[in-house]
């Protein structure tokens, strides 16, 4: 059964500070890895999606990397700013049986101080 | 583009009452799917559908019925409510990938907050 791993589960930086969000899953057969973030009492907000066969993918100060043999992704954070402060959750979408269903990680709450 | 909507936004039921929460979604996607969340459960899939007139359970169906008549709609009915569904609903589409049965990014609405008394 896949399971999904976010740690630390909350932390709290100086702005203008680099960071590494860390998500970690126990079975490598997956389709794709979607992190999201989400704002308090708002819905999730895409931030990139990295498909199997992909290393890595940018988007503005963001960058997330995929390594499936171990079973792990990260998301960079360059140049933190305090728009930033938001739940940030990765989720994977397995290889057969239910492909339609996203398996989400508890969430890494990010808190950037001005 | 909307993207995903949802209403209402807030719902306060009595038990035993029913009410459907309604989604739509203007990007022609195929998929799409309900969600839950509860704090320390994360999210979990209720019903999804990967067109119109099909459906599917997730992992936690019961109490909730679903259907798909439109590409665009995908309305979440509460037969009969009951405390343990108070929750955040949350509904989501994607687009096909082109691989057979593979929904690409998905793209969530602002959520419903249902509490039920």
């Known amino acids: 059964k896949q399971e999904v791993t976010q740690i630390p589960a909350a932390l709290s930086v100086p702005e203008g500070e680099n960071l590494v969000l860390n998500c970690s899953f126990t079975d490598s057969a997956i389709y794709n890895l979607q992190w999201f973030r989400q704002d308090p009492g708002k819905g999730l907000t895409s931030l990139l999606l990295?498909?199997?066969?992909?290393r890595e993918q940018t988007s503005g100060r963001l960058n997330a990397s995929l390594d499936k043999s171990s079973g792990r992704s990260t998301l960079y954070i360059a140049a933190s700013q305090p728009g930033d402060s938001a739940t940030y959750l990765c989720a994977v979408r397995n290889y057969g049986g239910a492909t339609n269903k996203l398996i989400f990680g508890t969430g890494t709450l990010l808190a950037v101080q001005p | 583009n909307a993207g995903v909507t949802q209403t209402p936004k807030f719902q306060v039921l009595k038990t035993g009452q029913s009410m459907t929460l309604q989604c739509a979604q203007d990007?022609?996607?195929?998929?799409m799917s309900w969600y839950r969340q509860d704090p320390g459960m994360g999210l979990r899939l209720i019903h999804y559908?990967?067109?119109?007139?099909?459906?599917d359970q997730g992992e936690v169906p019961n109490g909730y019925n679903v259907s798909r008549s439109t590409t665009e709609d995908f309305p979440l009915r509460l037969l009969s409510a009951a405390p343990s569904q108070t929750s955040v609903y949350f509904c989501?589409?994607?687009?096909?990938?082109?691989?057979?049965?593979?929904?690409?990014?998905?793209?969530f609405g602002p959520g419903t907050r249902l509490t039920v008394t």
């Open positions: 989501a589409s994607s687009y096909s990938t082109g691989l057979a049965g593979v929904p690409g990014e998905q793209y």
């Open positions: 559908s990967v067109g119109a007139g099909i459906t």
């Open positions: 990295i498909q199997s066969s992909q």
């Open positions: 990007m022609n996607h195929e998929y």
